[in-house]
């Protein structure tokens, strides 16, 4: 009897350990709050990795902070200041939440800072300088651009090493996981980046641990990024199979995540394309959120084909068209995001090539210069690039199998403003000359 009863008592223990450690890593222990000029910043210290969900509500005006599973620790003490003028906090079924109640209208940014010497993780809520209240309320960020009024702000990107944690991706031939991979071409990227004058990169996860899908293009919109760019490395049963890929959001995928923005109506409080849609009527809201997809993937779109061009230029390509798919990561309705298999891991020969510092800095250097090829014609409003690089100077390398009237639909000229540019004096062009490509026909 003793035998048939230790399976079970052993499951019951593991079920009881593993409700200590959820509960422990959704442990809300204390709350800071710092003033600073312009704004206000509320800091959350947690016992792990928190799953939340930020949202504003008016009349009066309130920020909502949702943590999933959360509870408070033994003697957590709210801590109002600055715009915030009371914390209050209750349960909303079985996740914690906490309501700030605001001074005025106010535009949450939040992001998690990873663990510390000194402190676990923490949550930060940063609140910008409350506007008077009959002002009108100004968007975060719109659509197609990030308009700051009266500055020159960066262009951000927000890169996404996939994977990650728990959860290693493809394991290559020679034992190398993609998790490990993503994360160091990340951050070759987000050097390539900073590098530049005029955009700047964050990173979504820069540690080995495990995001879910959605909250990773979330932390992308929460930090007002201009383009999302997940990272992976692809997989095939057949070992042969090689070369880059960049995938954009399907239209069945963006459908699918308009019903759910809509059913959502906590996901509607947040700002969609410089907007809140939870006090529109159903039809409004379907228009302007359809309004905003169709933007974005447009966008996502134009960025991505100037990226799968760019790659071309260090290696194969495995498909010569942008590809379309339904990954949850892509489904961000207003935040461009595109996804880029950077080779495929399976293959022994690629995979020796990720595991190469100056190969996986080629790879992100030409995403970086694919990502400054579209921005250079398209920059948001209020941005450095905006004012200051001429779209006249865009520049195309020649692929091998493109011709003059291939590039030229690309770019929306024509073949004969190609050659004026050039100094052409018919069509014939090879692989790896630069053109010029200029603004307009």
């Known amino acids: 009897m003793l035998r048939l009863l230790r399976p079970l008592l052993l499951v019951c223990l593991l079920i009881g350990l593993l409700s200590v450690q959820q509960a422990l890593a959704t442990e809300l ?43 408070l620790g033994n003697g957590f003490q709210p801590q109002p200041g600055g715009v915030i003028g009371n914390v209050r906090h209750g349960r909303q079924d079985s996740d914690l939440r906490l309501v700030f109640d605001l001074d005025g209208p106010a535009a949450p940014r939040s992001f998690v800072l990873s663990p510390s010497q000194r402190d ?26 990030a308009a700051v009024a009266g500055g020159e702000r960066d262009i951000v990107i927000a890169i996404d090493a996939g994977h990650g944690g ?81 995938y954009v959001m399907s239209t069945r995928g963006a459908s699918s995540e308009s019903a759910r923005w809509l059913a959502d109506r906590e996901n509607a409080a947040d700002l969609v394309g410089g907007v809140t849609l939870n006090d529109k009527d159903n039809l409004l809201a379907t228009v302007l959120l359809d309004l905003s997809q169709s933007a974005t993937l447009e966008a996502s779109n134009a960025v991505a084909e100037n990226v799968l061009r760019s790659l071309a230029r260090v290696g194969n390509v495995h498909k010569n068209e942008v590809q379309r798919a339904n990954f949850m990561v892509l489904r961000s309705p207003d935040v461009p995001s595109l996804l880029v298999e950077t080779a495929f891991i399976s293959n022994p020969e690629e995979e ?85 490509i200029p603004l307009s026909s």
């Open 29 to 71: 222990r204390r709350m800071q709050t710092q003033v600073q000029e312009g704004g206000t910043r509320a800091v959350l210290h947690l016992g792990g990795q928190p799953d939340y969900k930020v949202f504003t509500l008016a009349d009066p005006h309130r920020v909502v902070v949702d943590i999933r599973g959360g509870r």
């Open 120 to 145: 676990g993780h923490r949550l930060v809520i940063e609140l910008d300088g409350v506007a008077a209240a009959s002002a009108a309320p100004v968007p975060v960020r719109s659509v197609a651009d």
């Open 166 to 246: 728990r959860d290693p991706g493809a394991i290559g031939p020679g034992g190398s996981r993609e998790k490990d991979i993503t994360l160091q071409v990340a951050r070759e990227l987000k050097r390539a980046i900073d590098a530049e004058r005029g955009l700047s990169a964050v990173l979504v996860r820069d540690s080995d641990v495990y995001l879910p899908h959605a909250q990773r293009y979330q932390i992308a919109r929460e930090q007002q990024a201009d383009l999302f760019v997940s990272i992976h490395a692809d997989a095939f049963i057949r070992p042969g199979a090689r070369g880059s890929s960049v």
């Open 352 to 436: 020796r090539r990720l595991g190469d510092p100056q190969h996986r800095r080629r790879l992100a250097v030409a995403i970086r210069d694919g990502i400054k090829d579209y921005f250079s014609v398209s920059p948001p409003h209020g941005t450095w690039y905006a004012n200051n690089v001429k779209a006249n100077e865009r520049h195309h390398v020649v692929s091998r199998g493109e011709t003059l009237s291939l590039i030229a639909r690309r770019h929306g000229v024509t073949v004969q403003s190609i050659r004026s540019a050039n100094g052409l004096a018919g069509d014939a062009i090879h692989a790896g000359r630069v053109l010029r």
